[in-house]
């Protein structure tokens, strides 16, 4: 269920050529969107976000930059919109969550399905905003160092432009499906295939992968 934390849904920054929307929920301050952009994304400033003081192109870079999918646009200048990666990638971060871009479907508590092409995924446990991250791994400490031998298949290609979809079980873990690798927190990849069952209570002996630990400690996601 997600949790109480009750910030709007979405707010959008609007000039002719292009619409950008924030995710507020969605958003763990990662700042690339201040690296990238500064003119544009100023936390100093309200709003926050100024497409007026922007190229276009700039404020495309930064936003495909952010790796949650807080921030997304709309071109309407006629313009390419954003396009996924040719290949899924999960990347898992060092005592942080799942960072996944790719061609993504996402299945919502409630059921629906979520289309993205980036997100962040809690694998710590403790998000009030389940599957996504809220930082709470900092809260609470979390701390595994991301790492993994990597498997047999690691090696094997890729067949790309496919879908990825991904369900968190309920009280369980996140079921990927799809042709996706894995990549650990050195960038080494360790894993190639279409199916596996990844760790979001963070009890795993066996990090990134599931070992049915949520069973054992009792993991509860409502």
Same mark, same amino acid.
């Given at each position: 269920?997600?949790?109480?934390?009750?910030?709007?849904?979405?707010?959008?920054?609007?000039?002719?050529e292009?619409?950008?929307?924030?995710?507020?929920?969605?958003?763990t301050?990662?700042?690339?969107?201040?690296?990238?952009?500064?003119?544009?994304?100023n936390?100093?400033?309200?709003?926050?976000?100024?497409?007026?003081?922007?190229?276009?192109?700039?404020?495309i870079?930064?936003?495909?930059r952010?790796?949650?999918?807080?921030?997304?646009y709309?071109?309407?200048?006629?313009?390419?919109?954003?396009?996924p990666?040719?290949?899924?990638?999960?990347?898992?971060?060092?005592?942080?969550?799942?960072?996944?871009?790719?061609?993504?479907?996402?299945?919502?508590?409630?059921?629906?399905?979520? *289309?993205?092409? +980036?997100?962040? /995924? #809690? !694998? %710590? @446990? =403790?998000?009030?905003?389940?599957? &996504?991250?809220?930082? $709470?791994?900092?809260?609470?400490?979390?701390?595994?160092?991301?790492?993994?031998?990597?498997?047999?298949?690691?090696?094997d290609?890729?067949?790309p432009?496919?879908k990825?979809?991904?369900?968190?079980?309920?009280?369980g873990?996140?079921?990927?499906?799809?042709?996706?690798?894995?990549?650990?927190?050195?960038?080494?990849?360790?894993? *190639?295939?279409? +199916?596996?069952? /990844? #760790? !979001? %209570? @963070? =009890?795993?002996?066996?990090?990134? &992968?599931c070992?049915? $630990?949520?069973?054992?400690i009792?993991?509860?996601?409502?």
């Amino acid at each position: 269920m997600m949790g109480e934390n009750k910030k709007p849904l979405a707010r959008k920054y609007t000039r002719d050529e292009i619409t950008v929307t924030y995710q507020p929920r969605r958003c763990t301050h990662v700042g690339e969107c201040l690296r990238r952009a500064p003119n544009v994304f100023n936390t100093w400033e309200q709003p926050w976000v100024q497409v007026e003081n922007g190229t276009v192109d700039e404020i495309i870079d930064a936003v495909e930059r952010c790796p949650t999918g807080a921030l997304h646009y709309e071109r309407t200048d006629g313009g390419a919109q954003e396009q996924p990666r040719a290949t899924n990638v999960v990347f898992v971060a060092r005592n942080g969550p799942y960072y996944v871009r790719g061609d993504l479907e996402i299945v919502m508590p409630d059921g629906s399905v979520l *289309r993205e092409t +980036r997100a962040a /995924l #809690c !694998r %710590c @446990g =403790a998000s009030q905003n389940r599957p &996504f991250c809220d930082n $709470a791994h900092r809260e609470i400490q979390f701390r595994d160092a991301g790492t993994h031998v990597p498997e047999a298949n690691a090696q094997d290609e890729l067949a790309p432009n496919q879908k990825l979809r991904i369900t968190p079980r309920p009280n369980g873990n996140l079921k990927f499906e799809g042709a996706f690798e894995i990549r650990d927190a050195t960038g080494r990849v360790i894993f *190639r295939g279409e +199916r596996r069952r /990844l #760790c !979001r %209570c @963070g =009890a795993s002996a066996n990090k990134p &992968f599931c070992d049915d $630990a949520h069973e054992r400690i009792g993991f509860k996601t409502e």
